[in-house]
């Protein structure tokens, strides 16, 4: 049986997780962290980077900034959607107010902007704000 390479979103260690494990909470090897959470995780540039190139999971991102309004009031449904998708995707968060040079690199003109990451390669790109279940339907 084959796993699927997941990064640990606390400390950057590379998991393989069987398949048919991955809606049962698993955890890192490393460090313990769940590699799963059902909710939305802050990340920083270096993590993403790695789990966006490694991951064979879903990997989304919520490029934000706390100033934007329309960020905020997608800040839960977000969490919501991650919750829904716990086992199919991981569902991250990236505020480009820390990390500027996300737009550059991600060639992001307008937040808040979700780019769905798998297998080392950008599949889907969706800007505007967006309720939990347009998420799940757009992850999906």
Do not use: H
């Not at 640990?8 to 799963?36: E, F, H, Y």
């Not at 769905?116 to 992850?139: L, N």
């Amino acid at each position: 049986m084959s796993g699927k390479k997941i990064t640990c979103l606390d400390c950057g260690q590379i998991n393989r997780v069987p398949a048919d494990r991955l809606d049962a909470s698993p955890k890192c090897g490393t460090c313990g962290w769940p590699l799963m959470p059902g909710k939305a995780i802050e990340v920083d540039w270096a993590t993403l980077q790695k789990a966006a190139r490694t991951d064979e999971v879903p990997l989304v991102v919520d490029f934000w900034a706390p100033w934007c309004g329309p960020c905020k009031m997608m800040g839960p449904e977000f969490s919501k959607a991650a919750g829904t998708l716990k086992g199919r995707a991981r569902l991250v968060k990236l505020n480009t107010e820390d990390f500027p040079q996300s737009g550059q690199t991600y060639g992001i003109r307008g937040i808040p902007t979700m780019i769905r990451f798998e297998k080392g390669r950008e599949g889907a790109r969706q800007s505007g704000a967006m309720r939990a279940d347009q998420i799940v339907g757009w992850v999906e």
